[in-house]
């Protein structure tokens, strides 16, 4: 099974796995989360999620960042290799969410179905008035309360 790393400014990483957890409670195993401090070096930062990553014990890992370019993503480039974990950057939960429900499968198709996930979750929601009932517009010379 991918193991899943998710490296982003703090403290995002660490929501993001909360947030896993409150959907997959019995699944902790193999995510991992690194929250990159501000001010903290990015040597550092690199050395603890080397740290981390071994401690992942598995052989084969997607790796997460959430902005490209910025720290967190500099040092997943770094930590990534390419043939046994792979990287994307601009991390949500949709995409966060469907890596984890298929991370029993190929770390390359993973990565496929993660970024589906991604682009399938940011839609624009067109709010519409209730069936048959046409929209009132808002007066604000009339006091109405609701009860």
Do not use: W
């Amino acid at each position: 099974m991918n193991g899943i790393f998710i490296i982003a400014h703090a403290p995002l990483a660490s929501a993001f796995r909360q947030c896993v957890l409150h959907v997959f409670p019995d699944n902790p195993m193999g995510l991992v989360a690194l929250d990159v401090q501000p001010n903290m070096p990015p040597e550092e930062t690199l050395a603890q999620a080397r740290i981390m990553f071994e401690q992942m014990a598995t052989s084969h890992a997607l790796v997460l960042t959430d902005v490209f370019g910025a720290t967190p993503c500099n040092v997943a480039q770094k930590l990534v290799d390419g043939v046994n974990s792979k990287l994307i950057t601009g991390i949500n939960l949709p995409m966060l969410l469907r890596a984890v429900s298929y991370r029993h499968e190929s770390l390359d198709l993973l990565v496929t179905r993660a970024l589906a996930g991604a682009t399938q979750g940011v839609m624009q929601v067109a709010i519409t008035a209730p069936q048959n009932q046409a929209r009132r517009k808002h007066d604000p010379d009339q006091h109405e309360h609701q009860q």
